[in-house]
Each structure stands twice: as C-alpha cells, then as structure tokens.
C-alpha cells in the first residue's frame, strides 16, 4: 500500500500553506459527510410510508457507511494509519455497492411502472373506442 506520508510531514522550518492533496481530502471527507447525512434523513422521509421504508431503510445504512468511511479518512489523515484508510475504503465500497444496487432497482420499477401505464391507457383507449362505436 503506497504511503501518503505528505498528508503529515510537518515542515520543519516556517509555516507553509497545505499541500494540495491535504485540503482536497479534507473537503471531500467534508463532502462525504453532507451526502451521509442528507441520505439518512432523506431514507428516514421515505420510511414515513410503508411502501417507502423499503428504500428508505437501506438508504439509512447506506448513510452511516458513508459517514463512516468519512471517519476513518479524517483518522488516515491524522495518524497516517494503512489501517483506517482500508477501513474507509471498505466502507465506501458498502456504500457504493448498496447505491448500486437500489439504482437497479430503481431503474426495473420505472421501466415496470412504465410497462403499466402502457397497458393501462390501452385498455382504457380500448375500452373507450367500444363504448363510441
């Protein structure tokens, strides 16, 4: 594992600005926290309805891993640890795989709903074409 050792050089003479990288991880593990946040109270609205809380449940714990991967970033950041960083890559990638796998979902409900409609409208032109003639 490459060793991201100018997250915590100090320099020795002077203060000098940031590096580039430093305040970049800074403000995505700010980021990340926003998005972790906003998904669980955005899961919590969903699980007002019953219908909702199958999105919204995994949407909550969806949010906490991302928090948690935030977490463990700011400790990589502060001790340089090998193991937080795969601590917050691991819970990142149980973020990402749930994001994943609700976008599918997502996406066969649309297609289906719209497969509905469809149906719906052309029984219901169907129906109101016998009804004329």
């Given amino acids: 594992m490459e060793d991201f050792n100018e997250l915590n050089n100090e320099p020795s003479s002077g203060i000098q600005p940031p590096s580039p990288f430093r305040s970049m991880f800074g403000k995505m593990t700010s980021d990340m926290r926003f998005v972790g946040l906003f998904t669980i109270i955005y ?8 219908i909702g809380a199958v999105i919204g449940i995994p949407m909550i714990f969806i ?17 340089n640890d090998a193991k937080a960083l795969r601590r917050g890559f691991e819970s990142q990638s149980r973020f990402l795989n749930i994001q994943k796998i609700l976008i599918i979902i997502g996406i066969v409900l649309f297609i289906v709903s719209i497969l509905f409609m469809i149906i719906g409208f052309g029984a219901m032109f169907s129906a109101m074409s016998s009804y004329q003639g």
């Avoid at 899961?43 to 019953?50: E, K």
């Avoid at 949010?63 to 001790?79: L, Q, T």
């Fill in 43 to 50: 899961g919590a609205i969903n699980c007002l309805s019953i």
């Fill in 63 to 79: 949010g906490i891993r991302m928090r948690e991967a935030a977490d463990h970033f700011d400790m990589f950041k502060d001790s």
